[in-house]
Protein backbone atom coordinates (compact mmCIF):
# COMPACT_ATOMS: atom_id res chain seq x y z
CA UNK A 1 0.00 0.00 0.00
CA UNK A 2 1.21 3.46 -0.54
CA UNK A 3 2.33 5.61 2.32
CA UNK A 4 0.11 8.41 1.52
CA UNK A 5 -3.06 6.85 2.74
CA UNK A 6 -4.30 4.06 5.34
CA UNK A 7 -7.30 2.14 5.57
CA UNK A 8 -9.32 1.22 8.88
CA UNK A 9 -12.86 0.38 9.73
CA UNK A 10 -14.83 3.25 10.28
CA UNK A 11 -16.85 3.96 13.45
CA UNK A 12 -19.78 5.72 14.53
CA UNK A 13 -17.59 8.51 15.17
CA UNK A 14 -16.59 9.08 11.69
CA UNK A 15 -20.39 9.85 10.87
CA UNK A 16 -19.70 13.27 9.69
CA UNK A 17 -16.55 12.50 7.47
CA UNK A 18 -18.60 9.65 6.20
CA UNK A 19 -22.01 11.11 5.30
CA UNK A 20 -19.94 13.75 3.32
CA UNK A 21 -17.81 11.23 1.13
CA UNK A 22 -20.85 9.28 0.74
CA UNK A 23 -23.55 12.40 -0.10
CA UNK A 24 -20.48 13.16 -2.74
CA UNK A 25 -20.66 9.70 -4.16
CA UNK A 26 -24.27 9.76 -4.48
CA UNK A 27 -24.12 13.15 -6.01
CA UNK A 28 -21.09 12.55 -8.24
CA UNK A 29 -21.87 9.07 -9.53
CA UNK A 30 -26.17 8.66 -9.33
CA UNK A 31 -25.25 5.67 -11.80
CA UNK A 32 -23.13 3.36 -9.50
CA UNK A 33 -25.03 2.95 -6.78
CA UNK A 34 -28.55 1.87 -5.96
CA UNK A 35 -29.17 4.23 -2.86
CA UNK A 36 -29.61 8.32 -4.16
CA UNK A 37 -28.32 11.27 -2.77
CA UNK A 38 -32.44 12.19 -2.52
CA UNK A 39 -32.66 9.48 0.23
CA UNK A 40 -29.56 9.68 2.12
CA UNK A 41 -29.51 13.54 2.24
CA UNK A 42 -31.90 13.61 4.99
CA UNK A 43 -30.65 11.35 7.39
CA UNK A 44 -29.43 12.71 10.71
CA UNK A 45 -25.75 12.26 12.03
CA UNK A 46 -27.23 9.81 14.63
CA UNK A 47 -28.30 7.57 12.21
CA UNK A 48 -26.14 7.51 10.17
CA UNK A 49 -23.76 6.59 13.51
CA UNK A 50 -26.13 4.17 14.61
CA UNK A 51 -25.99 2.50 11.22
CA UNK A 52 -22.02 2.07 10.84
CA UNK A 53 -20.90 -1.19 12.13
CA UNK A 54 -19.25 -1.41 15.46
CA UNK A 55 -19.57 -5.66 15.72
CA UNK A 56 -19.93 -8.62 13.80
CA UNK A 57 -18.54 -9.09 10.04
CA UNK A 58 -20.52 -5.99 8.55
CA UNK A 59 -18.04 -3.32 7.92
CA UNK A 60 -17.27 0.20 5.93
CA UNK A 61 -13.62 0.53 5.52
CA UNK A 62 -12.41 4.20 4.77
CA UNK A 63 -8.95 5.13 3.03
CA UNK A 64 -7.65 7.91 5.24
CA UNK A 65 -4.87 10.68 3.77
CA UNK A 66 -3.30 12.70 6.41
CA UNK A 67 -6.83 12.40 8.78
CA UNK A 68 -8.81 12.95 5.82
CA UNK A 69 -11.48 10.14 4.33
CA UNK A 70 -10.84 10.04 0.50
CA UNK A 71 -12.37 6.52 0.52
CA UNK A 72 -14.55 4.19 1.29
CA UNK A 73 -15.56 0.32 0.72
CA UNK A 74 -19.00 -1.68 2.80
CA UNK A 75 -19.29 -5.24 3.47
CA UNK A 76 -22.04 -7.01 4.30
CA UNK A 77 -23.03 -10.43 5.22
CA UNK A 78 -26.47 -11.94 3.77
CA UNK A 79 -28.81 -12.63 7.60
CA UNK A 80 -30.49 -15.51 6.52
CA UNK A 81 -29.30 -18.95 7.45
CA UNK A 82 -29.40 -20.11 4.23
CA UNK A 83 -27.56 -17.20 2.62
CA UNK A 84 -24.97 -16.70 5.10
CA UNK A 85 -22.07 -17.96 3.69
CA UNK A 86 -22.35 -14.85 1.21
CA UNK A 87 -21.41 -11.10 1.53
CA UNK A 88 -21.33 -8.50 -0.67
CA UNK A 89 -19.33 -5.45 -1.30
CA UNK A 90 -21.01 -2.33 -1.71
CA UNK A 91 -20.54 1.66 -2.11
CA UNK A 92 -16.49 1.94 -3.37
CA UNK A 93 -15.78 5.24 -3.93
CA UNK A 94 -12.36 7.23 -4.03
CA UNK A 95 -12.29 11.01 -4.04
CA UNK A 96 -11.80 12.26 -7.81
CA UNK A 97 -8.82 13.66 -6.55
CA UNK A 98 -7.44 10.39 -5.46
CA UNK A 99 -8.35 8.01 -8.28
CA UNK A 100 -5.91 6.33 -10.24
CA UNK A 101 -3.22 6.23 -7.28
CA UNK A 102 -4.08 2.65 -6.31
CA UNK A 103 -6.94 3.87 -3.70
CA UNK A 104 -9.94 2.07 -5.04
CA UNK A 105 -7.36 -0.82 -5.56
CA UNK A 106 -6.43 -0.80 -1.59
CA UNK A 107 -10.02 -0.77 -0.30
CA UNK A 108 -11.00 -3.58 -2.61
CA UNK A 109 -8.09 -5.79 -1.19
CA UNK A 110 -9.20 -4.67 2.65
CA UNK A 111 -12.74 -5.79 1.87
CA UNK A 112 -11.48 -9.01 0.11
CA UNK A 113 -9.27 -9.80 3.02
CA UNK A 114 -11.85 -9.24 5.35
CA UNK A 115 -14.32 -10.87 4.10
CA UNK A 116 -12.67 -14.34 3.59
CA UNK A 117 -12.81 -14.66 7.56
CA UNK A 118 -16.40 -14.46 7.22
CA UNK A 119 -17.51 -15.91 4.32
CA UNK A 120 -16.82 -18.35 1.34
CA UNK A 121 -18.02 -16.15 -1.56
CA UNK A 122 -18.12 -12.49 -1.94
CA UNK A 123 -20.53 -10.90 -3.99
CA UNK A 124 -20.53 -7.00 -6.25
CA UNK A 125 -22.17 -5.55 -9.42
CA UNK A 126 -20.43 -2.98 -11.38
CA UNK A 127 -22.17 -0.87 -14.24
CA UNK A 128 -21.27 -2.19 -17.62
CA UNK A 129 -19.63 0.79 -18.90
CA UNK A 130 -17.90 2.00 -15.83
CA UNK A 131 -14.06 0.62 -17.01
CA UNK A 132 -12.38 1.89 -13.52
CA UNK A 133 -14.38 0.00 -11.57
CA UNK A 134 -14.80 -3.38 -13.28
CA UNK A 135 -10.72 -2.90 -13.98
CA UNK A 136 -10.11 -2.91 -10.22
CA UNK A 137 -12.72 -6.00 -9.86
CA UNK A 138 -11.73 -7.89 -12.44
CA UNK A 139 -8.15 -7.04 -11.47
CA UNK A 140 -8.58 -8.73 -8.47
CA UNK A 141 -10.03 -11.87 -9.13
CA UNK A 142 -13.73 -11.29 -9.57
CA UNK A 143 -15.72 -13.14 -12.09
CA UNK A 144 -18.93 -12.06 -13.93
CA UNK A 145 -21.34 -14.59 -13.82
CA UNK A 146 -24.16 -12.49 -15.41
CA UNK A 147 -25.75 -8.89 -16.09
CA UNK A 148 -28.94 -7.50 -15.00
CA UNK A 149 -30.28 -5.56 -17.28
CA UNK A 150 -32.02 -1.99 -16.50
CA UNK A 151 -30.46 -2.57 -12.61
CA UNK A 152 -30.15 1.09 -12.02
CA UNK A 153 -32.25 3.75 -12.91
CA UNK A 154 -31.46 7.87 -13.04
CA UNK A 155 -33.42 9.96 -14.45
CA UNK A 156 -35.11 8.43 -17.12
CA UNK A 157 -31.71 6.61 -17.92
CA UNK A 158 -31.39 2.61 -17.42
CA UNK A 159 -27.86 1.49 -16.84
CA UNK A 160 -27.34 -1.94 -17.31
CA UNK A 161 -24.71 -4.06 -14.36
CA UNK A 162 -22.53 -6.66 -14.58
CA UNK A 163 -22.92 -9.18 -11.49
CA UNK A 164 -19.50 -10.48 -10.29
CA UNK A 165 -18.51 -12.92 -7.90
CA UNK A 166 -15.60 -14.15 -5.78
CA UNK A 167 -14.56 -17.53 -4.65
CA UNK A 168 -12.59 -17.07 -1.55
CA UNK A 169 -11.65 -20.45 0.75
CA UNK A 170 -13.33 -22.05 3.34
CA UNK A 171 -12.56 -20.06 6.86
CA UNK A 172 -10.40 -21.87 9.06
CA UNK A 173 -12.84 -24.06 11.77
CA UNK A 174 -15.33 -23.46 9.40
C1 LIG B 1 -13.89 2.80 -9.27
C2 LIG B 1 -12.96 3.59 -8.38
C3 LIG B 1 -13.28 3.28 -6.93
C4 LIG B 1 -11.51 3.18 -8.70
O1 LIG B 1 -10.67 3.83 -7.74
P1 LIG B 1 -9.15 4.21 -8.06
O2 LIG B 1 -8.52 4.53 -6.75
O3 LIG B 1 -9.08 5.22 -9.12
O4 LIG B 1 -8.60 2.81 -8.66
P2 LIG B 1 -7.09 2.33 -8.66
O5 LIG B 1 -6.17 3.50 -8.76
O6 LIG B 1 -6.88 1.43 -7.49
O7 LIG B 1 -7.02 1.52 -10.01
C5 LIG B 1 -7.35 0.15 -10.05
C6 LIG B 1 -7.37 -0.29 -11.49
O8 LIG B 1 -8.36 0.44 -12.23
C7 LIG B 1 -7.73 1.13 -13.31
N1 LIG B 1 -8.41 2.41 -13.45
C8 LIG B 1 -8.58 3.35 -12.49
N2 LIG B 1 -9.27 4.40 -13.03
C9 LIG B 1 -9.50 4.09 -14.33
C10 LIG B 1 -10.14 4.74 -15.42
N3 LIG B 1 -10.69 5.96 -15.26
N4 LIG B 1 -10.22 4.12 -16.62
C11 LIG B 1 -9.69 2.89 -16.79
N5 LIG B 1 -9.05 2.22 -15.81
C12 LIG B 1 -8.96 2.80 -14.60
C13 LIG B 1 -6.31 1.28 -12.91
O9 LIG B 1 -5.48 1.45 -14.04
C14 LIG B 1 -6.08 -0.04 -12.22
O10 LIG B 1 -5.96 -1.07 -13.19
P3 LIG B 1 -4.58 -1.85 -13.40
O11 LIG B 1 -4.30 -2.54 -12.08
O12 LIG B 1 -4.90 -2.80 -14.49
O13 LIG B 1 -3.58 -0.80 -13.72
C15 LIG B 1 -13.10 5.13 -8.64
O14 LIG B 1 -12.89 5.38 -10.02
C16 LIG B 1 -14.46 5.71 -8.24
O15 LIG B 1 -14.67 6.08 -7.07
N6 LIG B 1 -15.38 5.81 -9.21
C17 LIG B 1 -16.72 6.41 -8.96
C18 LIG B 1 -17.60 5.51 -8.10
C19 LIG B 1 -17.73 4.11 -8.64
O16 LIG B 1 -17.86 3.91 -9.82
N7 LIG B 1 -17.69 3.14 -7.71
C20 LIG B 1 -17.84 1.74 -8.05
C21 LIG B 1 -19.25 1.32 -7.88
S1 LIG B 1 -19.46 -0.38 -8.40
Given at each position: ???????????????????????????????????????????????????????????????????????????????????????????????????????????????????????IML????????????????????????????????????????????????????
Amino acid sequence: MSDSFSIRPLRPSDAPAYRDLRLEALQSSPEAFGSSYEEEAPLSLETIAARTPTSGPNAIFGAFAADVLIGMAGFAVYERLKTRHKGVMWGVFVKPEWRKQRVGQALVRQVIDHASRHVIMLEAAVGLTNESARRTYHGLGFKPYGIERKAIRVSDVFHDEELLYLDLPQPKGA
